[in-house]
Nanobody, 118 residues
């Protein structure tokens, strides 16, 4: 059974930083693209950042230069370092994985709330 468990969310003032973690189990972590999406109230879920098994990264334009995605294959964990946070970054952040081999399989975590106060 695939499990993606996020942690690290919370309340922070604008300009502050948070580091999200997502621990994965039930998958061969190193063969998956891992990433983060977010969903704010009343808005569609949007991509924040992804990292392929080979290290290729992709960021949503509004977070470029502020957020950094990384992964530790030995710990089956993906991270999102978020700096210079803005109130518009407030959302539930969800961990995501997509298999890169065989049939495409996608899984989501439950999400962790990030709230940025002005």
């Amino acid at each position: 059974q695939v499990q993606l468990v996020e942690s690290g969310g919370g309340l922070v003032q604008a300009g502050g930083s948070l580091r999200l973690s997502c621990a994965a189990s039930g998958i061969v972590f190193s063969t998956n693209t891992m990433g983060w999406y977010r969903q704010a109230p009343g808005k569609q879920r949007e991509l924040v950042a992804t990292m392929s098994s080979g290290g290729t990264v992709n960021y949503e334009d509004s977070v470029k230069g502020r957020f950094t995605i990384s992964r530790d294959n030995a710990k089956n964990t993906v991270y999102l370092q978020m700096n210079s946070l803005k109130p518009e970054d407030t959302a539930v952040y969800l961990c995501y994985r997509r298999s890169e081999y065989g049939a495409t399989r996608i899984s989501w975590g439950q999400g962790t709330q990030v709230t940025v106060s002005s």
